[in-house]
């Protein structure tokens, strides 16, 4: 079966320090990754997503990037984190368009 | 900017009554999504509509996607406090179907 794995679960930084969220998926094999962040009761804003290795597509660059250096791995990074990088933040993956998103448990990202 | 706006934003309703939650865009979708998320936790899917005019039934729940694909509905008939949560549509695009966007969500309270 499917499992997607991300951590951590919470983090608090101070501003200006880096960032890295680690996202995993098993047993499945080239699927689509997607990073989205969620503020408190409202909708997920897409971030990045990839449909293979190396390959990233970015919708709010800002400070934040993400790599796929494998197949099942994806990873958000921010070299300075601002006050505004805080919220819930989400991985997710699919095998297609049609095909349901699953997702990882998120990480609660505060800023101070 | 590919939007998808969702509404209401907020419902708050008795026990047994009916609502409807709407979700819009001018964009055309490959296919449509409804979610439901608990907090804390990622969101589950709950159904999803991919032929223009297509209606679904999930027991209480109809979900219907707009015949020009820019366009889906959640109702639901008979609320039950059960049913209180977040509720997410979240749309792959035609014009790049691996990118999937959310709606902003409705945060339904269903009182006893």
């Known amino acids: 079966s499917q499992t997607i794995h991300q951590w951590p679960a919470t983090l608090v930084q101070p501003v200006g320090s880096p960032l890295s969220l680690e996202c995993t998926v098993e047993g499945t094999s080239n699927p689509n990754l997607y990073w989205y962040r969620q503020a408190a009761g409202r909708g997920l804003q897409l971030l990045f997503y990839?449909?293979?290795?190396?390959?990233i597509s970015s919708e709010v660059p800002q400070n934040l990037s993400a790599s796929r250096p494998q197949d099942r791995q994806f990873i958000l990074s921010s070299k300075k984190l601002l006050l505004s990088d805080s919220g819930f933040y989400l991985c997710a993956w699919t095998t297609g368009w049609n095909s349901p998103l699953h997702f990882g448990n998120g990480t609660r990202l505060t800023v101070t | 900017t590919q939007l998808l706006e969702q509404s209401p934003q907020f419902l708050s309703i008795q026990e047994g009554e009916n609502l409807t939650v709407y979700c819009n865009s001018s964009?055309?979708?490959?296919?449509l999504q409804w979610y439901r998320q608990e907090p804390g936790e990622g969101p589950v899917l709950l159904v999803t509509?991919?032929?223009?005019?297509e209606v679904k039934k999930l027991k209480r729940l109809t979900f219907q996607f707009g015949d020009a694909r820019k366009d889906s509905s959640l109702h639901i008939t008979a609320a039950q406090p059960g049913d209180t949560g977040l509720y997410l549509c979240a749309g792959a695009l035609y014009s790049s179907a691996s990118k999937i966007i959310f709606g902003s969500g409705t945060r339904l309270s269903i009182r006893p």
């Open positions: 990839s449909v293979g290795i190396g390959q």
């Open positions: 964009s055309v979708f490959s296919s």
């Open positions: 509509v991919v032929t223009g005019g």
